[in-house]
């Protein structure tokens, strides 16, 4: 089973279902963190808010982070500046590193105590392409201004490194604790909150009309879409344009003491380090094993490779934790956050941040307080939902898009199998039942539970995730539990369940 680190001893106020209609100025539909972050920015100018939650506030990506506040996103600066030129590749630091400083301020302002603390952020590789791709990247940061430096050796010594790219005075908290204290301004601020409330569609009239699966509605003048794969498309394709991964964390504490520093290994496969201090105990949350979601190809489970490579290079003493999150990475590696198209300019979206949604949830809460607010914002042409480049966008369209046409055809010719004799405890197997393809997973007291295993948002074939115990998407990412509940995802609907015995 995985859990993660960040409910640890951790209370935060729960709100009940939408149970009636309400009315609002905007509507906010999702409570991670840009959804709390973009609500409390808008309560604070006195915006009379909603936000309403489908599972429980942080519960998706926001919870299972490794939550590194920094500007350091992978390599990205060299890419952005080949194709976009150096003043946009520049807007995009400096609107992160903004977006640090202003959550920054923000702890400040509240008192919070929510383990920030400054940290450099570094890159590192020991595969002689990747440090010429580093080298590279040290240029842009030069040519950026980015307050950086290349490296022969890392300040932690259990990882030599041919090369390593630091970059100073980033920062690292504790998410759950930062969006406990923002939940709290917002209902001081008189904004509503609902939990356990899954919406399905938004009507347009002479208002928007967020309509919940329960029947409840939210009248509001905007709608901000913070469900990381947008719940409502309104034609402007974002099942075309958007790529879900999913990767995982093992924690553990160790005999070695932690120099400082958050890491992440640019070779294949790509590993992430920090630590957190807990309880007097210096915790390190050490990930990566990412893979297109519904797409693990490995015989092993991702932890146990975490756990394996890990054990051998920096003296774990305990494991603690483990858990997984899901990010969606879009066309051109830059989020989609602003207006959603131009036929719904009073909905807006944000989403695709490519493992990188702590300060991109700050520039998406506050460049939609700003459209909303009629304010100015720098920052809108350049992360418009919806620009289109020729290049890059056209290759990554055409991957995207015919990754999607194989994993719907595929699932189609799956499940040869008529039996589930062999199904062992807490494991999953397909079959053909009826000339359906079924999925059964055995739970650990011998139960079955069986579903049809096409996803209830377009129809692809699901995929088992033996780590999580899920049913995975392998086109837009949704997930459901192995009785077919949807845990995260664009999909509504559960999955259906089938009676093996008809
Ligand atoms: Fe779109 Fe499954 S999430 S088809």
């Not at 996103?73 to 080949?82: A, Q, T, W």
């Amino acid at each position: 089973m995985t859990n993660t680190i960040w409910y640890e001893n951790v209370e935060i106020k729960s709100f009940d279902q939408l149970n009636k209609n309400e009315k609002a100025t905007v509507c906010v539909v999702g409570a991670g963190i840009t959804g709390i972050t973009t609500a409390y920015l808008l309560a604070k100018h006195g915006v009379n808010v909603v936000v309403v939650e489908r599972n429980q506030i942080g519960s998706a990506t926001t919870g299972h982070t490794t939550a590194k506040i920094t500007a350091q996103h992978d390599c990205i600066y060299h890419e952005l500046i080949s194709h976009f030129g150096k003043e946009q590749a520049f807007q995009y630091y400096k609107s992160q590193e903004e977006a640090l400083t202003k959550m920054e301020a923000i702890i400040s302002g509240h008192e919070m105590e929510c383990h920030f603390e400054k940290q450099d952020a570094y890159l590192y590789t020991n595969e002689d392409k990747n440090q010429k791709k580093l080298e590279k990247e040290f240029e842009a940061y030069q040519q950026l201004n980015i307050n950086g430096e290349g490296l022969l050796e890392l300040p932690l010594e259990q990882i030599p490194i041919k090369y390593g790219l630091k970059m100073r005075e980033q920062a690292q908290f504790h998410p759950i604790l930062y969006i406990k204290e923002l939940v709290e301004a917002i209902i001081h601020h008189g904004g509503r909150i609902y939990e356990n409330t899954p919406v399905y569609d938004i009507d347009h009239a002479d208002h928007r009309v967020v309509r919940a699966v329960n029947q409840h509605t939210v009248i509001c003048d905007y709608v901000v879409i913070a469900t990381q794969f947008p719940f409502y498309e309104g034609e402007a394709f974002y099942s075309a344009r958007l790529q879900p991964k999913r990767s995982y964390v093992t924690a553990f504490t160790s005999n070695k003491s932690y120099p400082g520093g958050m890491y992440l290994e640019i070779d294949k496969p790509k590993r992430s380090l920090r630590t957190i201090r807990m309880d007097d105990k210096e915790i390190w949350l050490y990930g990566g094993e990412s893979h297109k979601t519904g797409q693990y190809k490995n015989e092993d489970s991702p932890y146990e490779i975490l756990k394996r490579d890990a054990k051998q290079t920096l003296n774990v003493d305990k494991w603690i934790y483990q858990w997984s999150a899901q990010d969606y990475e879009t066309l051109d590696k830059l989020p989609y956050i602003g207006r959603l198209n131009k036929k719904h300019p009073e909905v807006f979206v944000a989403s695709g941040y490519r493992k990188w949604g702590m300060t991109n949830s700050m520039v998406a809460a506050s460049l939609i307080t700003d459209l909303i607010m009629d304010h100015k914002n720098p920052y809108e042409e350049l992360y418009r939902p919806t620009r289109f480049h020729a290049d890059p966008d056209m290759k990554q369209f055409i991957a995207n898009n015919s990754n999607v046409a194989k994993e719907f055809i595929k699932g189609k010719l799956e499940g040869n199998s008529n039996s589930i004799d062999h199904l062992t405890e807490k494991s999953a197997t397909k079959i053909k039942h009826n000339g359906q393809t079924v999925g059964v997973y055995k739970d650990a007291s011998k139960n079955e539970h069986a579903v049809d295993t096409t996803c209830t948002h377009l129809g692809c074939e699901l995929n088992w995730n033996n780590s999580e115990k899920t049913w995975d998407c392998p086109c837009h990412g949704s997930r459901f539990s192995c009785e077919g509940n949807v845990i995260e995802g664009p999909a509504i609907k559960p999955l259906n369940k089938v009676d093996l015995k008809k």
